[in-house]
């Protein structure tokens, strides 16, 4: 059974600051979804990686898909409280179902 | 971008009776749409993969009498809860697959929250 891990499970923090979440597995995925979810609503794509030490930006958002193709990392730079919500990371495995992440809440606090 | 209309978006309804609830492609064709399952804090869980024309392939442990399956369409696929209980409430959310589009992306609907009594 193919698990992610995502650490910090919830994450509260001062806008302005910087955090990281976690997604871990010991399976190799042929690529990797970043999803935010906000409270009532369906997940919303934020980034796809593909290839093993990616690295993509999107605003202040900074994604990395590890050399193994087994982890990866979300950074989010000066916080706003729009960043609110679950982040959930979603493997994709050998036919194309996504595995996903046991997801983190972030509050990000005015 | 693709659209994806899950619809009712809330239902509450009586122990025992049966609850429709539609996944809509609405500017793409979808030949294989997902059923997921969300409690409280929790992730995503799929429940089912629904392939038009075909039966929906289920997850182990997933009952596929008590959540039936129809993609009779290649823009519409239905999950029906049959006799629900209170255990089945939770947050269903649907997604589909672009025919033309890449296999790895899926648009999820907005998600519907059952309420059983």
């Known amino acids: 059974t193919q698990l992610l891990e995502q650490s910090p499970q919830f994450l509260s923090i001062q806008e302005g600051e910087n955090l990281t979440v976690y997604c871990n597995s010991s399976s190799v995925f042929s690529s990797l979804q970043w999803y935010r979810q906000e409270p009532g609503e369906g997940p919303v794509l934020l980034v796809t990686?593909?290839?093993?030490?990616e690295v993509k930006k999107l605003k202040r958002l900074t994604f990395q898909f590890g050399d193994a193709r087994k982890d990866s990392s979300l950074h989010i730079t000066a916080a706003q409280p729009g960043d609110t919500g679950l982040y959930l990371c979603a493997g994709v495995d050998s036919s194309y179902k996504l595995i996903f992440g046991s997801g983190t809440r972030l509050l990000v606090r005015p | 971008g693709a659209v994806v209309s899950q619809h009712p978006s809330r239902v509450i309804c009586k122990s025992g009776t049966s609850v429709k609830i539609e996944c809509r492609s609405l500017d793409f064709q979808a030949t294989t749409m997902f059923w997921y399952r969300q409690f409280p804090k929790q992730s995503l869980m799929l429940m089912a993969t629904s392939n038009e024309g075909s039966k929906a392939t289920y997850e182990q442990g997933v009952e596929k009498d008590k959540f039936l399956i129809n993609h009779a369409s290649l823009t519409l696929s239905t999950l029906t809860v049959t006799s629900a209980h209170p255990e089945d409430s939770s947050f269903y959310i649907c997604?589909?697959?672009?025919?033309?589009?890449?296999?790895?992306?899926?648009?999820f609907g907005a998600g519907t929250r059952l309420s059983v009594l």
């Open positions: 997604s589909a697959r672009d025919l033309l589009w890449a296999k790895n992306i899926q648009y």
């Open positions: 990686v593909v290839t093993g030490g």
